[in-house]
């Protein structure tokens, strides 16, 4: 099953790819991930990355079709992937459309996760991110926050919160959003392939949501 998931920053698509990992066992393909660890260990790609992500704007779309050929062309992708957070433009969208059938694949399911713009800041300002990259629990400060502060729940590192989820580089982000991404709401309706959902409410009850979509029960 090869899944996009869809949605503005904070709509909860890393969170729900972390539970679809576990159920189904495929790979969550998460570009934002991919760019914050070449970041941290201070590639050229991560180094071009970088202002990009810390202005609010996408990385050029030849740098992330890179990454999401390379990665798709792995073995574990085979039985399936869940894309998190790619495709942001139609040209990259387009070239998906490539990458997919030279494998001799294609999309199955685009869940469009629907969230209030001003839900979406509050959330992002206040989530926290285990600093594990293996493990990538995320928390939110009021809503959903670690039995211990500052420590993940699920594998003790610490937490720490994105260079990108402040108000200002929020905000920016949810433009980006609206102008770049969203017109792939209307491109994969096109194709017959976007179901979408609301994403307010507990994250078991969304995810009950994606899977009855997906033709599993939760
Ligand atoms: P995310 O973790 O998905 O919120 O992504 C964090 C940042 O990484 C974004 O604000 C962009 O700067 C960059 N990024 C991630 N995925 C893409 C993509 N598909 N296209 C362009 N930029 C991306």
């Not at 090869?2 to 503005?8: A, M, Q, T």
Request: charged share 25%.
């Amino acid at each position: 099953m090869n899944l996009i998931l869809l949605g503005g920053p904070g709509a909860g698509k890393g969170t729900q790819a972390k539970k679809l990992i576990d159920k189904y066992q495929i790979p969550q393909i998460s570009t934002g991930d991919i760019l914050r660890a070449a970041v941290k260990e201070g590639t050229p790609m991560g180094k071009k990355a970088k202002e990009f992500m810390d202005a609010g704007q996408l990385v050029p779309d030849e740098v992330v079709i890179g990454i999401i050929k390379d990665r798709l062309a792995q073995p574990d992708c085979k039985k399936g992937f869940i894309l998190d957070g790619f495709p942001r433009t139609v040209p990259q969208a387009e070239a998906l459309e490539k990458v997919v059938a030279s494998l001799s694949s294609k999309i199955d399911h685009v869940v469009s996760i629907d969230v209030d713009e001003e839900a979406l800041v509050t959330r992002l300002t206040g989530r926290r991110t285990c600093k594990n990259a293996a493990c990538g629990q995320m928390f939110h400060i009021e809503y959903t926050p670690p039995k211990k502060a500052g420590v993940c729940d699920k594998c003790g590192s610490e937490l720490y919160q994105r260079d990108d989820d402040n108000e200002t580089t929020v905000r920016s982000r949810l433009s980006t959003y609206n102008q770049a991404t969203k017109p792939l709401i209307d491109f994969y309706t096109g194709k017959g392939l976007v179901r979408p959902i609301k994403g307010e409410g507990g994250i078991d009850d969304i995810f009950t949501k994606i899977c009855g979509i997906l033709g599993q029960a939760a």
